[in-house]
């Protein structure tokens, strides 16, 4: 596809948003197609379009300046929307519920269909007649995962098993089991038993079932220093994109803040409310690793991040059934999953390079 400037995505980490790099105003040559079943992507450029289907599969993926679904130059005798909690948001004006907002942008759009990827959380599938029945696909959990271009899967998959005669719901189940395949694997041949139904767990060893999604987000403890300006930049990010991932969050940092001796049992409040702790290991502080201590005691799950090589002085949480990982991606989608009811594997430090 020629462009009249070039663009280009750069992330610090695969779970953080880009920077887009080139102007907003780059524009492609023409569009066109016509076939049975066609999946088209929103881009960062502007150019014509001319798609003909009988089902049509919109992803609009723009992270500029989304503010409505362009439909300009696609006709379908059916359309399906496949956008991420984001983009929902932004194309139904802001409003914050998700389903209230799936609702939105099916009645502006016209589609049959309405699914929302929702990252950590799986999706929500608006089809139906009337207003439509929501349903929540669960995620299908994995070892490992790497997010990048999990939703161009996805919303190929869907696209597939649409084709193939797939009702929303079926199609979005399809489409989240083979999104966890390429989060697993890296691998960009998704299994024909995968796009046939087959839960990926059938030939990905460590991909779990479908997680049930409770209704209520979540609560992740985040255990962590935060004494320097790197250790805050940390604590920063890894709040925020578990928030995006679809969990609350108590941050000592920001739910106590620094103080003195008397925040110890405030901590240890939020702690006790807790369904999860992710815990930055980095530096082995002295508070991180009481805190993680106490999570054991009570039963909790944890998730650690450790950049360093894995060694002797991690015997003690992997034995006490913690799991660490060196990748940033993974661990937060794992604390997450730990946090609606996914069963960890302790091990040590592992992750995408």
């Known amino acids: 596809m020629e462009r009249d400037q070039p663009v280009g995505f750069r992330y610090f980490s695969p779970v953080m948003a880009p920077l887009i790099d080139g102007p907003s105003a780059t524009h492609v040559a023409a ?27 919109v992803d609009p993926q723009r992270p500029r300046d989304l503010t409505g679904l362009d439909l300009t130059g696609l006709h379908a005798d059916a359309i399906a929307v496949a956008a991420n909690a984001r ?45 439509g029945v929501l349903t929540r696909v669960g995620p299908f959990p994995t070892r490992s995962v790497w997010p990048l271009g999990s939703g161009d899967v996805f919303a190929a998959a869907y696209a ?42 059938e030939v990905l060893p460590d991909a779990g079932h479908e997680l049930a999604v409770p209704d209520d987000d979540p609560l992740v403890y985040l255990a962590a220093p935060f004494f320097t300006l790197a250790d805050r930049w940390l604590v920063e990010t890894c709040r925020n994109v578990l928030i995006g991932l679809g969990a609350q969050v108590f941050s000592p940092l920001h739910d106590v803040g620094p103080g003195g001796d008397e925040v110890a049992s405030r901590d240890l409040e939020g702690l006790d409310r807790a369904h999860a702790v992710f815990a930055l290991l980095d530096g082995w502080d002295p508070g991180t690793v009481y805190e993680v201590g106490w999570a054991h005691r009570k039963g909790l799950p944890v998730v650690g991040f450790l950049q360093g090589p894995s060694h002797e002085g991690t015997k003690m949480l992997v034995g006490t059934g913690a799991e660490l990982h060196q ?18 594997t302790p091990s040590r430090v592992t992750g995408h390079a």
């Open 160 to 201: 597939h098993a649409w084709d193939h005669g797939a009702e929303p719901v079926e199609a979005a189940r399809v489409a989240s089991s083979s999104a966890a395949w390429w989060c697993g694997t890296r691998a960009t041949i998704v299994p024909p038993q995968v796009l046939a139904g087959a839960p990926v767990g």
């Open 31 to 57: 569009l066109s197609g016509d076939d049975e079943t066609v999946l088209v992507f929103g881009t960062v450029e502007t150019g014509p379009r001319n798609i003909r289907a009988r089902r049509l599969v």
């Open 87 to 131: 983009e929902t948001r932004a194309l139904a004006g802001g409003i914050a519920d998700l389903g209230a907002a799936a609702r939105h942008v099916r009645s502006a759009s016209g589609a049959v269909a309405v699914v929302v990827k929702d990252s950590a959380r799986g999706c929500m599938v608006l089809a139906g007649d009337g207003d």
């Open 327 to 344: 990748d940033l991606s993974s661990a937060l989608y794992r604390v997450v999953w730990a946090a609606q009811g996914h069963p960890l």
